[in-house]
């Protein structure tokens, strides 16, 4: 893309979304099957009842080109005039090309610039924050952002404390220049990263395609994880960061129409729920259905809730992330959708 300095100041818009969730259903019962736990353990400790898997010749590239077509379709919006796409993401297809790349010249990006972001489970809204900033300068008029994960590929299926959490799907939007005057906009972000607890939370490899030959990446090459410690990482920073975002901008929790944060675990939405006073109506929650996406799960919560009319025009969002690195990202946004809506699967 080639940037264009000159153009007046303006808003970025939260302006469409989409997301896509692969076919394979894997029951807590067929956990069970494999590991010492129970769906009454999983169900209560995690919220989570089934996730799905991508099938084993199916890429985060490939789930993330389905995710940007939707939003691209939702938003009524031609691929020849995205500038930029950028794929936060845990594990893309390889280190290079960028799975941003691939998923750009799939749906037809042809004058895009592409690229990956790692930021773990906060990727999407740090991404979010980039597009926002690429926008307002004027350095880009429309941004897809498509966070995709084969989670799946790199979870070690023995292991009872990461195999019942972790998923595949993919899920975006399209930040797109509005007008000053009229946009609200993305009203703020809050992002961080604590590399004190780098430990708690590791991923050695990416989602290499060839991995789904070989039955997924080796144990000591998947997902290690601290539960308790992320635990309470999790619930202190999303309110943390919650209340800074709404205290910067006098707002009250009130002011929020919908509450969209990071799919990791019921427990810890209903904790930060309660300590903010969070009404549920207000907190969308779709682990039950879908498990953890990490950089997915924030836009494919989004697409979803907007499906099942939780979701309208107008509406103000506030959005947390929170995952490896440690990392956190926060932001308070207006959802502004251009175009019609459209059914996200
Ligand atoms: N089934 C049955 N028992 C289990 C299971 C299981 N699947 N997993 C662990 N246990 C056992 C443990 O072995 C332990 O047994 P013990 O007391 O005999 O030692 C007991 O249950 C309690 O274990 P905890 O780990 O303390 O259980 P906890 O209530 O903390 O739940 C969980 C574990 C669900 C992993 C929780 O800690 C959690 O959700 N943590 C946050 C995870 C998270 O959000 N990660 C993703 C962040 S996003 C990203 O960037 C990827």
Do not use: K
């Not at 169900?43 to 940007?68: F, K, L, N």
């Not at 906009?185 to 060839?210: C, I, K, M, N």
């Not at 944060?261 to 903010?276: G, T």
């Not at 779709?286 to 498990?291: D, V, Y």
């Amino acid at each position: 893309m080639t940037p264009d300095r000159s153009a007046p100041r303006r808003r970025a818009r939260l302006a469409a979304l989409g997301g896509y969730a692969p076919a394979r259903v894997v029951t807590n019962a067929e956990i069970e099957r494999r590991v010492d736990t129970t769906d009454e353990w999983i169900r209560t400790r995690t919220g989570i009842r089934e996730r799905r898997y991508a099938a084993p010749d199916e890429t985060t590239a490939d789930m993330a080109a389905v995710a940007a077509e939707r939003v691209l379709a939702s938003a009524g919006l031609p691929s020849a005039e995205v500038d930029m796409v950028i794929v936060p993401t845990a594990t893309p297809d390889a280190l290079f090309p960028a799975t941003a790349a691939i998923v750009a010249d799939r749906i037809g990006a042809r004058r895009a610039a592409a690229y990956d972001l790692s930021a773990a489970c906060s990727g999407f809204v740090y991404a979010l924050a980039q597009a926002t900033a690429l926008v307002e300068a004027g350095m880009a008029g429309n941004v897809l952002v498509v966070g995709s994960e084969v989670l799946s590929r790199v979870t070690d299926h023995d292991d009872r404390a990461t195999c019942i959490l972790f998923a595949d799907g993919a899920g975006g939007a399209l930040v797109t220049a509005g007008d000053a005057e009229t946009t609200t906009g993305f009203l703020a972000f809050d992002l961080g990263a604590d590399g004190s607890g780098a430990d708690q939370l590791v991923l050695p490899v990416g989602g290499d395609r060839r991995l789904a030959a070989a039955g997924g990446a080796p144990a000591d090459a998947c997902i290690r994880m601290d539960g308790p410690a992320v635990f309470r990482f999790a619930t202190r920073v999303m309110v943390e960061s919650a209340q800074r975002l709404l205290d910067g901008l006098s707002m009250g929790i009130a002011d929020i129409d919908l509450v969209v944060a990071h799919q990791a675990n019921s427990r810890i939405m209903d904790h930060a729920a309660e300590r903010l006073g969070i009404p549920p109506e207000r907190l969308f929650n779709n682990l039950e259905l879908f498990g953890n996406t990490s950089s997915a799960s924030i836009p494919m919560a989004l697409a979803q809730a907007r499906d099942a009319g939780r979701l309208s025009p107008g509406d103000m969002l506030l959005l947390v992330g929170f995952g490896g690195g440690l990392t956190w990202a926060s932001s308070v946004v207006r959802y502004e959708p251009l175009g019609e809506e459209h059914q996200w699967a």
